[in-house]
């Protein structure tokens, strides 16, 4: 590990060195401990200006294979002694807490650390500080209890998921109405387009998988809407591809919405805006029409 970069201000500090993996959050507190323990022990600075040889004989590191002059700037640290030219605290101490906010890559092999000191880091805990008790509030929590509070907001969320997921499935599949009671014989291929009233593209493809056994030969479109727009399904059972493919009828029948789609032979999927200024069944029975064509052409 070598340093390759450094950035230093009265409130922060941004420090960039060679590794090949992003630091775990262990080594980050590590880091930020090793840090503030020689803050607290409130070291002297001290500055020397040498000649370069008795420097590096001293043992002062110089970095980023900058060059030198005859005779250079030596900072010493307690055990840290390098060339540096810039302005530094009297005492380790002045620099107050540091506090690591980001670690990330720059390049190739190089990672930054950038961390707040002093009223920076303060201020840093008190937006945090802030967040957290506006969080609280949200929850009707104590700050402490935010997490354990959010974990059981996620559990009940995925179960009422589950639960919608369910509901969805039993409309896309007509509740107690049987969908393909609406089917149409197209020449000796069955044909269904049918507004399932779901706009979740899974729970079409769920419900036409179940559906298209029922089917064969032949074609069922599912269509659903959500926020303005359209949500398409298209199956075709094993019966029925030797005249169509499903990725081409959904193509079809969305090219004049300018939507778009596509899939295997047997099921594919799509979408478009649904327009304002026209019904869903008008579209549905445009569908049909095209889809009775298509099959007695």
């Not at 179960?159 to 919608?164: A, S, T, Y």
């Not at 359209?230 to 059972?237: D, E, G, L, S, Y």
């Amino acid at each position: 590990m070598a340093q390759k970069g450094s950035l230093v201000a009265p409130d922060r500090l941004r420090f960039d060195f060679s590794h090949l993996a992003p630091l775990s959050p262990e080594e980050k507190q590590k880091v930020e401990d090793l840090a503030n323990a020689r803050v607290l022990r409130n070291l002297a600075v001290t500055t020397d200006v040498l000649p370069i040889a008795q420097a590096k004989q001293a043992g002062a590191i110089a970095f980023f294979g900058e060059k030198y002059g005859d005779t250079v700037r030596v900072m010493t640290m307690g055990e840290s002694k390098e060339f540096c030219g810039g302005t530094h605290v009297h005492q380790t101490g002045d620099i107050g807490l540091i506090k690591i906010v980001e670690e990330s890559g720059v390049a190739q092999g190089v990672r930054r650390l950038e961390a707040v000191t002093g009223l920076g880091a303060l201020a840093l805990a008190r937006r945090m500080e802030n967040e957290l008790g506006e969080a609280a509030a949200i929850l009707r929590a104590g700050p402490f209890e935010v997490a354990a509070r959010l974990e059981k907001l996620q559990t009940e969320l995925r179960e009422r998921d589950k639960d919608i997921g369910k509901l969805k499935a039993q409309i896309a599949s007509g509740g107690s109405r049987d969908p393909l009671a609406n089917r149409q014989q197209a020449g000796k291929y069955g044909l269904l387009v049918h507004d399932a009233g779901v706009g979740d593209a899974k729970i079409l493809r769920e419900t036409a998988d179940k559906l298209k056994a029922r089917m064969d030969p032949g074609v069922l479109v599912l269509v659903g809407t959500v926020e303005g727009k359209i949500a398409m399904v298209c199956a075709v059972t094993p019966g029925a591809q030797d005249k169509l493919n499903a990725g081409k009828v959904v193509g079809l029948l969305l090219q004049d919405l300018g939507g778009k789609g596509g899939g295997r032979p047997d099921m594919a999927q799509g979408g478009a805006a649904l327009p304002a200024d026209a019904a869903l069944g008008d579209i549905l029975q445009r569908w049909t029409d095209k889809l009775r064509t298509l099959i007695e052409s």
